[in-house]
């Protein structure tokens, strides 16, 4: 199985920043795309930034200019720098990641269970 974690949500005033991780641990033998994504309450999940094992970086459109993805495929982690944020920022963050097992086995999306990131205005 592989296991997502994430790490670095909190309350913060408008304005302020937070820098997420995600932890990727287990039978890992490789990681493609990676993404974050957030959910808000009442609210559908949403696409927020996704990188590839290359680096290519695609961000909502709610969220360029102020967020930055980055991975680190030594370490199997990825963050998410977010800078200025606004209280409709305000969300449960997740990862998820399109990983194989094995060399032969199938790809699979995992998910994290995500950390809660509160904006106050």
């Known amino acids: 199985q592989v296991q997502l974690v994430e790490s670095g949500g909190g309350l913060v005033q408008a304005g302020g920043s937070l820098r997420l991780s995600c932890a990727a641990s287990g039978s890992i033998f490789r990681i493609y795309a990676t993404g974050w994504f957030r959910q808000a309450p009442g609210k559908q999940r949403e696409l927020v930034a996704t990188?590839?094992?290359?680096?290519?970086?695609n961000y909502a459109d709610s969220v360029k200019g102020r967020f930055t993805i980055s991975r680190d495929n030594a370490k199997n982690m990825v963050y998410l720098q977010m800078n200025s944020l606004n209280a409709e920022d305000t969300a449960v963050y997740l990862c998820?990641?399109?990983?194989?097992?094995?060399?032969?086995?199938?790809?699979?999306?995992?998910w994290g269970k995500g950390t809660q990131v509160t904006v106050s205005s």
């Open positions: 998820n990641a399109d990983a194989k097992r094995t060399i032969l086995g199938p790809r699979v999306i995992y």
């Open positions: 990188i590839t094992d290359a680096g290519t970086a």
